[in-house]
């Protein structure tokens, strides 16, 4: 996951100064804290910070951005067992060998989940 800081600008401008004034405060309590650049009458540049989540991996941006979290039994190339008392399989593409129920799903699950290739069991 990386995070990155970038400098972003809103510009606000009203023929009116009323408008303005309107235009402007609202900006400022959405923002925050910002820098202002003056630019002739009734217009101004706020620059402010904003730090956003890049996610590397399929795995990540499920987990860490859209906080969903999925395990092998929610994966349909998981072999599950036959009934309660019969334990699974484990993973039927080998991915992992040690798989569980409740083993964290792999990466190439989260991949195929973004792509639309496959659907979590529940």
Partial sequence: MKIVTRTKCRTVYAKKPEDFDEKFNEATEELGHVELEWDGNNTVHMLYEETVKISETAREEYEEIKNEHYYCMNCPH?????NKRCSSK?????VDANAKDYTRACELFYEELAAGKITPRR
């Fill in 78 to 82: 998981f072999v599950l067992g036959k």
């Fill in 90 to 94: 484990g993973c039927g593409l080998n």
